[in-house]
């Protein structure tokens, strides 16, 4: 499975962003799609995830800001991020689930400016 992933950059606070990713290659079985993201000096946490049945999971710190949505048949995921905050300042990383192994993208960054 090959996750490239596209979106981020530079945005002030309070301002929006959309994070895209397209999974290829090996994708049938592939269970659950997600964002998540490691700040500097911090470990890497679940963002959000989505199920192929739709099912969402998202970080209390994102819950009503962020919004995963998936297009199973285009195998891409995205995250819908709003009132964006310093803090989610990260690089993010693309994730999918296939047959319980887990497959990453390259990372993308998101800064946020105060």
């Known amino acids: 499975v090959q996750l490239q992933a596209s979106g981020g950059g530079l945005v002030q606070a309070g301002g929006s962003l959309r994070l895209s990713c397209a999974a290829s290659?090996?994708?049938?079985?592939?269970?659950?799609m997600g964002w998540y993201r490691q700040a500097p000096g911090k470990q890497r946490e679940l963002v959000a995830a989505?199920?192929?049945?739709?099912?969402?999971n998202y970080a209390d710190s994102v819950k009503g800001r962020f919004t995963i949505s998936r297009d199973n048949a285009k195998n891409t995921v995205t995250l819908q991020m709003s009132s964006l905050k310093p803090e989610d300042t990260a690089v993010y990383y693309c994730?999918?689930?296939?047959?319980?192994?887990?497959?990453w993208g390259k990372g993308t960054l998101v800064t946020v400016s105060s």
């Open positions: 989505i199920t192929s049945g739709g099912s969402t």
């Open positions: 994730n999918a689930v296939r047959f319980q192994k887990d497959y």
């Open positions: 290659g090996s994708i049938f079985g592939i269970n659950v």
